[in-house]
């Protein structure tokens, strides 16, 4: 099973700031990897799919890149809306995992 | 555009079997996507449960693949989740989505609002 390590746990940041969310796969999956936001009470939603390609509606402020193993989502600006929990995902080898999830919080 | 909706009860016994349905508005399941399970444990993080294709095929994350079933019926443009012999850890909150063929695999987009399965006697 591929293990995804998403760093940090928490992050705190003021609206206006870059936000730069990591996570680490144990292992090669390639591209097939995504991104999702999950606000309180509700279900996540996706952000980026392929590693670096947003999802239909997603603002452009949203970006994902990664090298090797090692995965990143950055928020070039964070709107108030923004803050929230972020997943990540790979669908390179069944079964299908999740990160344990950043927390993006208001400072 | 293609919406989802978990329904089946909030509560069940240890030992028992939880049983959801995911309907699908919007767009049909038959349309050549897979159909998935996901669920959350309070405050926790998420874990993929299984899927199924319109066809019928199936996948199962192996950690539960013993107590879970997945099964589609195109008629009423639904899939269901079984899962037997529950205990306490099987609470959570439990979503169903579709793995949206985009790019170069299968994304969970969108998902259904999620509903709370709460295991206690």
């Known amino acids: 099973e591929v293990v995804l390590t998403q760093s940090p746990a928490t992050l705190s940041l003021s609206p206006g700031e870059r936000a730069t969310l990591s996570c680490r796969a144990s292992?090669?999956?390639?591209?097939?990897f995504a991104w999702y936001q999950q606000k309180p009470g509700q279900a996540p939603r996706l952000l980026i799919y392929?590693?670096?390609k947003r999802a239909t509606g997603i603002p452009a402020r949203f970006s994902g890149s990664w090298s090797g193993t090692d995965f990143t989502l950055t928020i070039s600006s964070l709107e108030p809306e923004d803050f929230a929990v972020y997943y990540c995902?790979?669908?390179?080898?069944?079964?299908?995992?999740f990160g344990q999830g950043t927390k993006v919080e208001i400072k | 555009q293609v919406q989802l909706q978990e329904s089946g009860p909030g509560l069940v016994k240890p030992s028992g079997t939880l049983s959801l349905t995911c309907t699908v508005s919007?767009?049909?399941?038959?349309?050549?996507?897979?159909w998935s399970w996901v669920r959350q444990p309070p405050g926790k993080g998420l874990e993929w449960i299984g899927e199924?294709?319109?066809?019928?095929?199936?996948n199962y994350n192996p950690s539960l693949k013993s107590r879970v079933t997945i099964l589609v019926d195109k008629s009423n443009n639904h899939f269901s989740l079984k899962l037997t012999s529950v205990t306490a850890a099987d609470t959570a909150v439990y979503y169903c989505?579709?793995?949206?063929?985009?790019?170069?695999?299968?994304?969970?987009?969108?998902w259904g609002q999620g509903t709370l399965v709460t295991v206690s006697s």
């Open positions: 392929d590693a670096s």
């Open positions: 292992q090669i999956v390639s591209s097939y």
């Open positions: 989505a579709r793995a949206l063929a985009v790019g170069s695999r299968d994304w969970f987009d969108p």
């Open positions: 199924i294709y319109h066809s019928g095929s199936t």
């Open positions: 919007g767009g049909s399941i038959s349309s050549g996507n897979w």
């Open positions: 995902q790979q669908r390179s080898n069944s079964p299908w995992t």
